[in-house]
């Protein structure tokens, strides 16, 4: 299948703008979704313009996504944590026994926690998951098989 012109900006919003957030709101964490969402689609927004429509599209906005929650998981080290008030949870309130899985997983290293998410949250394959961390299929296995390995040591 050839390139071809991709949809207009706003449709490519709505089609892939439920997905993204259902990926930042694990891969980024709720206090961090929000702000990751807008930072990812307007990188998207940005580069737009010379994208040409090869069927990838899905693939091309999680992998900035990916990029954003990672440069976001590394930013969080170096941000001040305020202590007085604690933030409303932009969408996701898990359960409290959901809460503990959610918390391990917002731990995992970067490519882990992307990998996990992709694979058990948003139930992409393995290829998939290679092209948005810019790996091969085998390290994108071990991405996944080594957070799940990682969550079950922590949950147990």
Request: glycine share 6%.
């Amino acid at each position: 299948m050839g390139a071809r012109t991709p949809p207009p900006f706003e449709r490519f919003l709505a089609e892939h703008g439920g997905a993204v957030m259902r990926f930042l709101m694990v891969a980024a964490g709720p206090e961090g979704a929000d702000d990751a969402y807008q930072e990812t689609f307007l990188s998207a927004w940005r580069a737009y313009p010379r994208v040409l429509d090869d069927g990838r599209l899905d693939r091309w906005i999680l992998r900035i996504a990916a990029r954003t929650a990672i440069d976001q998981h590394r930013g969080r080290a170096r941000r001040a944590i305020p202590t007085h008030d604690v933030p409303e949870r932009a969408v996701y309130d898990p359960e409290p026994a959901d809460a503990a899985l959610w918390n391990a997983v917002g731990r995992l290293p970067a490519k882990q926690r992307v990998a996990v998410v992709m694979r058990h949250v948003l139930d992409r394959p393995y290829d998939e998951i290679a092209e948005v961390l810019d790996c091969s299929d085998e390290a994108a296995r071990a991405s996944v098989s080594a957070g799940l390995k990682t969550l079950r040591g922590w949950m147990t």
